[in-house]
């Protein structure tokens, strides 16, 4: 998630804003310090224009 989102220059913030979660919540994510449920999921995946399952791809 972090990838596409820097691809996409948006801060954590901008991305919170974009799929209406707060900013500490997608460092969490990002930290790996949160769970995600499959409604924020697409919620990130629909921000980052992207299919969910693109975020549920282990990271190479």
Same mark, same amino acid.
């Given at each position: 998630?972090?990838?596409?989102? =820097? *691809?996409? *220059?948006?801060? *954590?913030?901008?991305?919170?804003?974009?799929? $209406?979660? $707060? @900013?500490?919540? +997608?460092?969490? +994510?990002?930290?790996?310090?949160?769970? =995600?449920? +499959? @409604?924020?999921?697409? @919620? +990130?995946? $629909?921000? =980052?224009?992207? $299919?969910?399952?693109?975020?549920?791809?282990?990271?190479?």
């Amino acid at each position: 998630m972090r990838t596409l989102r =820097l *691809q996409r *220059q948006l801060s *954590q913030e901008a991305l919170g804003d974009l799929c $209406d979660l $707060d @900013r500490t919540y +997608i460092s969490g +994510i990002e930290r790996k310090r949160r769970n =995600l449920s +499959i @409604r924020n999921i697409q @919620r +990130i995946a $629909d921000a =980052l224009g992207v $299919d969910a399952r693109v975020l549920l791809e282990p990271v190479k």
